[in-house]
């Protein structure tokens, strides 16, 4: 599983840049490569694939869309209430999609084996190998591109640290396009995913907390 912290940092602003916002695609292997929204051009990062799924800010991998714990990113520092979406590149096939930031690490920048191989542009038959290292891309994006990894918009948390935090956020405050979804007495409990998740080792090994 990598090295892995708690809690968050940074802001966007609802809008983007002007552009239209892009196409919402189908599924997580269909990517919206344009960019609504991204802070700066990035910086290059030497990328790794992460086999199994966390987050610092307790956010849920069962209540989340479908697809979405094929694109998390565990990040060093700590994703903030407003800079929890990130855009990587691969610059050297122009492949590129969105990644939910939500949990820290103490220096990897490790993203789900599924979105990894995405980007790699290749379908990976022994699931996922966690040795590759790659120099891609990393840009913090508006969270509206991260939009379909959540469902009607809201971020599932178990924590009461981030609600507090956030309370008062451009993004989930009153106002804004988010809304956190507190789970009370949630139990920590293996997540069962669809049949067609089930059959691949590689992303129900990603759906257990």
């Known amino acids: 599983m990598g090295d892995h912290p708690q809690s968050q940092d940074d802001k966007p602003k609802k809008g983007g840049d002007g552009q239209k916002p892009p196409a919402t695609p189908q599924g ?3 990517s919206t490569a344009e960019t609504n929204g991204t802070f700066g051009s990035g910086v290059k990062k030497g990328i ?6 966390s987050s610092s800010v307790g ?7 479908d697809g979405a714990l ?9 994703p903030s209430c407003d800079n929890w979406c990130v855009k990587i590149t691969n610059d050297n096939n122009g492949k590129s999609d969105y990644f939910l ?3 820290g690490s103490t220096g990897a920048y490790d993203i789900s084996c599924k979105g990894y191989d995405f980007l790699l542009d290749r379908e990976n038959p022994k699931g996922c190998e966690t040795a590759g290292h ?5 840009a913090d994006a508006e969270p509206e591109n991260c939009r379909r990894f959540l469902k009607d918009g809201l971020m599932p948390t178990m924590t009461v640290n981030w609600p507090a935090e956030c309370a008062n956020s451009k993004t989930f405050g009153k106002g804004g396009p988010f809304r956190i979804k507190q789970l009370e007495g949630y139990q920590d409990q293996r997540c069962i995913g669809t049949s067609k998740e089930i059959k ?9 907390r």
């Open 28 to 30: 997580p292997g269909e």
């Open 48 to 53: 790794t694939a992460h086999v199994q799924y």
């Open 59 to 65: 956010v849920v991998g069962c209540e989340l869309a």
């Open 70 to 78: 094929e694109r998390v990113a565990f990040f060093p520092g700590q």
């Open 101 to 103: 930031r939500i949990d």
């Open 134 to 138: 790659e120099e891609w891309t990393v």
């Open 200 to 208: 691949d080792p590689a992303y129900h090994a990603e759906t257990l």
